[in-house]
């Protein structure tokens, strides 16, 4: 029988990021922007012992996908793997990290984690070597895809025929542009190319994987204060009905939280059906 992918949003949005992914004996955190207590804390929600992780994969060195990552490779002496540029750019941020357990990748160059399959592919964000990740078990392949200014070429051919994809839909530009509490800046970081994608251009996205065969979509990395999970899901699900696709009927989007853990999705190749679960 077919071995199982899982997958939990433990944690996605501004104010910290943590993804968890099994194939196998393997189990991963992608990314670890919360507290180490507040990580621990996820896994054991889903039944996950912390100490069984295999490895930590960074997309890159920003505050809100690092804070507890050098709490967990300390405590629980869990490998770590980054790009070069994100190791410099994470410095001592997170403070000592033994040497032993820091593992250098490549954007673009596979690698295996037991018998999941990793590929670190680039995204465009202002970070030193910032990736996204599509892992794969068997028949099975999910990614995770945030922290991108837009929806490039490279992006969508790293990713196609995914089964479920985590897609970032961080803001409404009109909410963004309104909000008093950001700079001009600020403002323009977040709309620029290298910043973070809006609703309208994630559902796009979206739409443009579905065409190639995928069916499980979850938004995620919603900004706190310049959008609403309603709106972020409106927004998509209007888009999809544009091209005459329902969703719960043709593809399934779901949100993922800033706040809480979301969803533990249990991934199964039986021809083309998936087993979900709730």
Known sequence: MAMEMVFCPLYSGSSGNALFAQYGDTRV???????????????????????????????????????GLG????????????TAGTWRGIGSKVGAIPPELKATIERGSDFYLGQLGVQPFAIPHDACEPCGFRLWGGQVSLATCTDLGYFPESVRSAITGCDLVL???NHDP??????????????????????????????????????SGTRH?????????????????????????????????????????????????????DGNAFLRSL
């Not at 709490?71 to 980054?82: D, T």
Request: glycine share 6%.
């Open 29 to 67: 955190l992608i990314d670890a922007g919360k507290s180490g207590k507040q990580i621990k804390e996820a896994l054991d929600s889903i039944g996950v012992d912390i100490t069984s992780l295999s490895a930590i994969l960074i997309t890159h060195e920003h505050s809100d996908h690092i804070a």
């Open 71 to 82: 709490v967990l490779a300390r405590r629980y002496r869990v490998p770590i793997y980054a």
């Open 167 to 169: 897609l970032e839909s």
């Open 174 to 211: 009109d909410m963004l542009m309104a909000n008093p509490h950001y700079s001009a800046a600020l403002k323009r970081r977040i709309l620029g190319n290298k910043g973070h994608l809006c609703n309208d251009v994630s559902a796009d996205a979206l739409m443009t994987l579905a065409a």
């Open 217 to 269: 979509f979850i938004l995620g990395h919603l900004s706190g204060e310049n959008n609403t999970p309603s709106l972020a899901l409106d927004t998509a699900v209007r888009r999809a009905a544009r091209d005459g696709a329902q969703n719960g009927r043709d593809l399934q989007i779901d949100l993922a939280w800033r706040d809480r853990v979301g969803e533990v999705y249990v991934l199964r190749r």
